[in-house]
């Protein structure tokens, strides 16, 4: 990256904004090189032309300093863990992809095999029976949610009327 010299300052209510040669505002990213991990700059963001984008190649740091040895060495190993754990990330995303694309044909395969030759595979027996074991537990609580819903509209509806032969016992 080159180093621009030519970029100015716009005093802003709270902060300075840097802006770059094409005077935009610079955007701030951060070095992960041996020689400055960690360490900020100022870059340009580019802006949108007619076929992508299009950068000055303005650079300055943000940060004046360059870290202290602790700093760089315990950076540096942060970026070390950082890219081991993108990496184990991306590997357990591909072992995700491929069990599940071998998922994808070895049950479309079993299911073409027993359907060419008319057998069912032994486990959907036991399938088809715990559905039907669940289908009649369903009923069944169908059944008595159906009973209790008619109790308590009978009793609200008892209730009320004993309420209304009380007040009108009442009144009179």
């Known amino acids: 990256?080159?180093?621009?010299?030519?970029?100015?300052?716009?005093?802003?209510?709270?902060?300075?904004?840097?802006?770059?040669?094409?005077?935009f505002e610079a955007k701030v990213l951060q070095a992960w090189t041996v020689n400055n991990p960690g360490r900020r700059f100022y870059t340009c963001e580019g802006h949108r032309v007619s076929n992508g984008y299009q950068t000055c190649n303005f650079f300055?740091?943000?940060?004046?300093?360059?870290?202290?040895?602790w700093q760089y060495t315990a950076l540096l190993g942060a970026r070390n863990v950082m890219r081991q754990q993108r990496e184990e990330i991306?590997?357990?995303?591909?072992?995700?992809?491929?069990?599940?694309l071998e998922n994808v044909r070895i049950g479309g395969a079993v299911r073409l095999e027993n359907e060419s030759s008319g057998q069912t595979p032994p486990d959907s027996d036991l399938n088809c029976e715990a559905c039907e074991a669940f289908r009649g537990e369903i009923l069944v609580l169908n059944e008595r949610s159906m009973g209790y819903r008619n109790v308590l509209i009978t009793l609200a509806v008892g209730f009320t009327v004993v309420i209304c032969v009380f007040m009108g016992i009442v009144k009179w």
């Open 1 to 23: 990256m080159a180093q621009s010299s030519s970029s100015s300052t716009i005093d802003n209510k709270k902060e300075k904004v840097v802006v770059c040669n094409y005077n």
């Open 60 to 69: 300055r740091w943000y940060d004046v300093e360059k870290p202290h040895v």
């Open 90 to 100: 991306s590997n357990l995303r591909n072992q995700v992809r491929e069990l599940s």
